[in-house]
């Protein structure tokens, strides 16, 4: 029988895995050790590998981050846990100050092949500062890789190339997805591409282009408004969010003719400005309606009280996708 | 407040017997290195007036501590200097030539000597201090017997990259010496008014590593601090805190006007008369016959040629082109930068607009 794995069992599969193939890597984080990490993606690591190599830091991301630097430069291969994506602003200067240009700035002769981890995202019910969604932050920054799984699956491959991956890269977890599903993991190393999309729906009428926690809201809304309306759409997780697949992306649209980009980041400057110029620069042509945006809104994330309010529902990605036919 | 460590007086006598700690031909050296980087810091000052050479930011004043921490380490240890302290990247084995490059606005100015784990001068204040635990625990944990040394100024104890270097060094050990130049000035502000505290070395004790308060103007105390220091991270005690105190005699950077916040002559003529690293080994030298006035104005001709060569070296480097911004950003380069790359090289196109 095919063993199923939730996400979060799947990103503690690929770190024990590089850990016992690579004695180069190791793990560092608050909490990472004894207590398995917050959300237990580290656990039991350190019964398995040691106190030099799952390292309980002091509370300090810029100190975390700018060690695992270090760490990097000389040898090593470090993996940090950021326990919310919010607690990473100490550490942001250390992320794109240093992280980003070392290689830049020695003129490729030191790298930092350094991986961070962060649980990211809303609906979890979580207090404040614990939902965000800011990968913008990092996509804007020369030097960094950002990627955000939507599934077990991609989660272990996408996090076993990070680690093999030359460059830092910031690893955003959708913390909802966590626990939410389980799916088939195989139980060997395999790399998922950093970089490449995926298609999860094949469709004819319009493209919807998702990551992360997104891509269930994506599908279900592709599902329904097939049954309801008979609109076929295609569904296409980006799984990368820098560097973009532009080429699954500029294909999809020039199929469909239609798209909509969902994120539940903030609307202005999100990712999606940049998906749909990248549709404007390769497909303007080939497009029947304005690409729309279904996004979170411009305002700080909601307590939980309202947050379902912020995200985006299948709901508004439908009255989306019907805006591009009535347009 | 600890005791200021002192060993040579400004007067060039030595307060404590340091027999077997320091032979002849390390101090030789010492005011050779000293006296090599005065000359280049006082060059490059004059080059960036002459246009040849963009913002700069000078040292002098500052040598004993730079040269005499620098001269501690073996090649493969780490050094993190800040923009100021391009004396230890030489005395550590950085050319002349690439520090100009630098700061002729060059990137491969950045570049270490093979061998040497030379890093790039850090701009933002501090953070390259955990950069520096980082190294060394990389260290440790491969059981490799370097050090890394990380430079600062008064200005980034104020920092939280500060603290948490301390902190992360203190707890997982690591063999980092923490070299802060106290020269009294973070720009402009006055350490009195940068920090409450009567000395950076006492930060230390909240750490629980040691913290040194040595004269930053005396060789021989920063180097014998500076050894000690080193020993003790090889020895697997962790690290070390050192404060030197000095003084920068110039401007922050050829941007700054001292004028405007410290009186400038006074307090520099004062320190230069009275406490100058320069003169007091040179009395030193001199009165064990190791240094006269004829081995002097040969080490300056020599060293003056030395500079020239230098200079002569990175102004012929070949000129920058606009399409090696694209290189290093990433291992591979991503889609976008190859467009772009393209872009950029391509001519302009001239065609008018269609009517």
């Not at chain 2, 260290?139 to 430079?151: D, F, G, I, P, R």
């Amino acid at each position: 029988m095919k063993r199923k794995l939730t996400m979060i069992q799947a990103i503690t599969e690929a770190m024990d895995q590089k850990m016992a193939e690579d004695s180069r890597v190791m793990l560092l984080g608050e909490d990472v050790g004894v207590n398995g990490g917050v959300f237990r993606a580290t656990e039991n690591l350190l019964q398995k590998y040691g106190s030099d190599r799952v390292v309980d830091t002091p509370l300090a991301e810029a100190g975390i981050i700018g060690a695992a630097i270090g760490l990097a430069m000389n040898g090593l291969i470090p993996v940090v846990e950021i326990q919310f994506l919010a607690f990473i602003y100490p550490g942001f200067e250390q992320i794109v100050s240093h992280a980003a240009r070392m290689r830049y700035r020695t003129r490729g002769q030191y790298h930092v092949p350094m991986v961070i981890r962060t649980p990211y995202g809303a609906g979890i019910r979580g207090p404040e500062l614990h939902s965000e969604s800011v990968e913008t932050f990092f996509a804007h920054v020369p030097g960094l890789k950002v990627v955000a799984p939507s599934t077990p699956y991609d989660a272990k491959g996408l996090l076993i190339a990070a680690m093999e991956d030359p460059d830092p890269v910031i690893f955003l977890e959708p913390t909802k997805l966590y626990r939410a599903f389980k799916e088939e993991v195989p139980e060997e190393l395999y790399r998922v591409p950093i970089g490449k999309a995926k298609v999860v729906r094949e469709g004819t009428d319009l493209s919807i282009f998702a990551w992360g926690a997104m891509l269930r809201v994506a599908d279900e809304a592709a599902k329904q408004i097939e049954r309801e309306q008979g609109v076929s759409c295609e569904v296409i997780d980006l799984r990368t969010i820098y560097p973009l697949d532009r080429d699954a992306i500029v294909e999809s649209v020039k199929k469909t003719g239609r798209a909509i980009v969902v994120h539940e980041a903030h609307k202005t400057a999100g990712m999606g400005a940049e998906i749909i110029s990248i549709i404007n620069d390769e497909a303007l042509i080939y497009l029947k309606a304005p690409v729309k945006r279904i996004t979170g809104f411009d305002v700080p994330v909601p307590q939980f009280s309202i947050e379902d309010d912020y995200l985006p529902t299948p709901g508004r990605v439908m009255s989306g996708i019907m805006e591009t036919f009535t347009y | 407040m600890s005791p200021l460590y002192q060993v040579l007086t400004p007067e060039g006598e030595l307060v404590q017997d340091i027999k077997g700690q320091l032979d002849q031909e390390t101090m030789i050296k010492m005011y050779e290195n000293m006296a090599l980087v005065r000359l280049f810091d006082r060059k490059s000052i004059n080059l960036q007036r002459q246009g040849r050479m963009g913002t700069y930011a000078p040292f002098e004043g500052q040598e004993a501590s730079q040269v005499g921490s620098a001269m501690a380490l073996t090649p493969g240890d780490w050094l993190f200097p800040t923009y100021r302290d391009h004396a230890a990247a030489i005395v550590h084995g950085q050319s002349m030539a690439r520090v100009f490059l630098y700061w002729m606005g060059h990137m491969e100015g950045s570049i270490s000597p093979k061998n040497l784990n030379i890093m790039p001068p850090c701009v933002p204040i501090a953070t390259q201090m955990v950069h520096a635990v980082g190294t060394a625990w990389a260290s440790k944990l491969q059981n490799e017997k370097h050090v890394s040394l990380a430079y600062f100024g008064d200005g980034a104890t104020s920092e939280g990259d500060f603290h948490e270097a301390l902190n992360f060094a203190g707890v997982f050990k690591t063999p980092t010496v923490f070299f802060c130049q106290n020269n009294g000035f973070a720009i402009s502000v006055p350490f009195s008014q940068q920090s409450a505290s009567k000395t950076i070395a006492q930060r230390a004790a909240a750490y629980d590593i040691p913290g040194v308060r040595v004269d930053g103007n005396d060789i021989f105390a920063v180097w014998l601090t500076m050894k000690k220091a080193v020993e003790r991270a090889l020895a697997g005690e962790g690290p070390t805190l050192i404060e030197a105190i000095t003084f920068r005699y110039g401007a922050h950077t050829t941007a700054d006007d001292p004028k405007k916040y410290r009186d400038q002559e006074t307090l520099s003529e004062e320190w230069r008369q009275e406490r100058d690293p320069l003169q007091r080994l040179r009395m030193y030298l001199e009165k064990q016959g190791l240094w006269d006035e004829t081995k002097e104005s040969e080490f300056i001709a020599t060293a003056g040629a030395k500079i020239d060569a230098a200079l002569a070296e990175a102004e012929s480097y070949p000129k920058s082109r606009p399409e090696d911004m694209f290189k290093h950003v990433y291992a591979e380069p991503t889609w976008m930068a190859t467009e772009q790359e393209s872009e950029l090289v391509k001519p302009a196109k001239q065609e008018g607009i269609p009517a």
